[in-house]
C-alpha cells in the first residue's frame, strides 16, 4: 500500500500511517499491511492506476485525485459549500453515499473504503486583499477541481500546480494566491513567509474524506473478517484523524498571527458570488455527466431530508 503524501503530513499522511499500525495491530497473522510513503512506488497521481492494475495491492488517496477521469467522484472527496464532516459522513454511510461510490468505482476493478474524515480546509493564502469580487479579476490563483472551476466564474484565472510548486511560484509572484489544506497542514508548507493574508474559513472544502483504494480481486479475495477488519479501522481513523488535527489547526494559526500574517474573512458580498457559481458549476457537472447528476442528487436529497436537525444543531 501506498500513501499519496508523506507519512510525517498532518492528517492525510499521519492516517495512512495510522491506519496501517492499527490494521497491523489488530490483523495478527490474519492480515498485515506494508506502507510506503508518497512517490516510493509509484507517482502519488499513478496510485488509482496502479491499484487498478493489481502493481499496488491499495493506495491512501483522495478521490479528487482522478477527478479528471470520473468527475462525480469529487463529491465523495470535497463539495464547495457542502455538509459539515459529520454530516458529510452521514451520507456516505447513512444516505446512500458509499454504494453509488463504490458502484462508479466497481467498474475500473477497484474498490473504495472511506478512511479518514477531514475538517474544514482553509480559504487560502493571498498576496492581496479580497474586499469584493472585483478584487479577483484577472488574479492567478492556484485552485483545484470544483472549487477551481468556481473561482473562474468569479473572475479569477485558475492555476494547476502540484503541492510542491505552490510554496517557489507564489514566492515569485507567478500566482497571487492560492488554497491548499487545513492550518496544520499549511503550517508544513511556509506559506505565511511568501502570502500576507490568510482567509478562514474554507467555502470550497468544509470536509473531506480520503480513500483507501484496494484492488477488487484483492478484496474479493479476502474472508468477511478481513474485509470487516479494514472496513473497522479506516472508520477509526475517521475518528482519530479528525480529532488529532483540532489542536494543531488552532496552534498554527496562532503561529501565523505571530508571524505577521493577517487572518481575514471573505466579505458576504464575495460569498454570494461563490455560491452562486458554485450553483451554476454543480449544474453543468450534472448536465454534462449522468454519474454526476446521481452523485449530487444523492447529497442534495440527503441534506433536504436532514435539514430539520441539520439547521439547529449550531443554535
Excluded at 499522511?13 to 492480515?31: E, I, M, T, W, Y
Excluded at 487498478?52 to 485525485?65: E, F, K, M, N, V
Excluded at 466497481?106 to 469584493?132: H, R
Aim: proline content about 5%; glycine content about 10%; hydrophobic content about 40%.
Amino acid at each position: 500500500m501506498q500513501s499519496a503524501w508523506p507519512l510525517t503530513l498532518p492528517a492525510s499522511g499521519q492516517n495512512a500511517q495510522h491506519f496501517a499500525d492499527r490494521l497491523n495491530v489488530k490483523g495478527a497473522d490474519s492480515l498485515k499491511v506494508k506502507l510506503y510513503s508518497a512517490g516510493k512506488l509509484v507517482p502519488p497521481l499513478q496510485i488509482f492506476d496502479a491499484v487498478q492494475q493489481g502493481s499496488l495491492d491499495a493506495g491512501y488517496t483522495t478521490p479528487l485525485y482522478v477527478a479528471g477521469r470520473f468527475p462525480a467522484v469529487q463529491l465523495f472527496g470535497g463539495v464547495p459549500f457542502g455538509p459539515d464532516a459529520m454530516d458529510y459522513l452521514g451520507w456516505v454511510y447513512n444516505g446512500g453515499g458509499l454504494e453509488i461510490w463504490r458502484e462508479i468505482y466497481a467498474k475500473q476493478g477497484v474498490v473504495p473504503v472511506p478512511c479518514g474524515l477531514m475538517d474544514a480546509e482553509a480559504g487560502g493564502w493571498y498576496t492581496f486583499e479580497i474586499n469584493s469580487p472585483e478584487d479577483l479579476q484577472g488574479k492567478k490563483v492556484r485552485f483545484a477541481g470544483l472549487a477551481g472551476e468556481v473561482m473562474k466564474k468569479a473572475g479569477a484565472s485558475v492555476v494547476l500546480l502540484s503541492g510542491g510548486d505552490i510554496y517557489p511560484n507564489l514566492e515569485r509572484g507567478v500566482i497571487d494566491g492560492t488554497e491548499f489544506s487545513m492550518p496544520a497542514i499549511d503550517r508544513d508548507m511556509g506559506f505565511e513567509k511568501v502570502a500576507r493574508y490568510y482567509y478562514l474559513p474554507g467555502w470550497h472544502q468544509p470536509a473531506a474524506i480520503n480513500e483507501l483504494i484496494v484492488n477488487k480481486r484483492k478484496w474479493d479475495a479476502m474472508s468477511d473478517a478481513q474485509r470487516g477488519m479494514i472496513e473497522d479501522t479506516c472508520r477509526e481513523t475517521h475518528i482519530w484523524s479528525i480529532t488529532s488535527t483540532t489542536l494543531q489547526n488552532a496552534e498554527a494559526i496562532a503561529g501565523f498571527k505571530a508571524a505577521g500574517t493577517e487572518i481575514r474573512s471573505f466579505p458576504e458580498e464575495v460569498m454570494s458570488v461563490f455560491r452562486q457559481a458554485t450553483a451554476e458549476v454543480m449544474a453543468e457537472q450534472a448536465a454534462e455527466d449522468p454519474d454526476f447528476k446521481r452523485v449530487w442528487e444523492s447529497l442534495q436529497s440527503y441534506r433536504e431530508r436532514t435539514s430539520l436537525w441539520s439547521s439547529h444543531k449550531s443554535d
